[in-house]
């Protein structure tokens, strides 16, 4: 059975930083794409970044890049997602997924099939 378990969110300040990290279990992290999604309160979920299986090919959408940063360490089924300079239009509850594929075309992975339960990021004034 695949799992994962994304933590690190938190309250943080507009300008501070907040690392995310996604723990897969239950399969070969390497031989898949990861991707980050988020989804604010009344919005529709979208994609974050896409990291393709041994990082070497790696998607930000545009309003991130530049502050957030996507990396993986497939010895430990991780990924994580360092936010930096964080703004409060980055509030949304952060989604991990695993994609069925190993490479990436764009921030949006082609098809995530396992979710984690999400992690709350929040950015006050």
């Known amino acids: 059975q695949v799992r994962v378990v994304e933590s690190g969110g938190g309250l943080v300040q507009a300008g501070g930083s907040l690392t995310l990290s996604c723990k897969v279990s239950?399969?070969?992290?390497?031989?898949?794409?990861m991707g980050w999604f988020r989804q604010a309160p009344g919005e529709a979920r979208e994609g974050v970044s896409c990291?393709?299986?041994?990082?070497?090919?790696?998607y930000l959408r545009d309003s991130v890049k530049g502050r957030f940063t996507v990396s993986r360490d497939n010895a430990k089924n991780t990924v994580y997602l360092q936010m930096n300079s964080l703004k409060p239009e980055d509030r949304a509850t952060y989604y991990c997924?695993?994609?069925?594929?190993?490479?990436?075309?764009?921030?949006?992975?082609?098809?995530?099939?396992?979710w984690g339960q999400g992690t709350q990021v929040t950015v006050s004034v």
């Open positions: 997924a695993v994609d069925q594929y190993d490479y990436c075309m764009s921030f949006t992975p082609i098809r995530p099939r396992h």
């Open positions: 239950g399969l070969k992290l390497e031989d898949h794409t």
């Open positions: 990291i393709s299986w041994n990082g070497g090919v790696i």
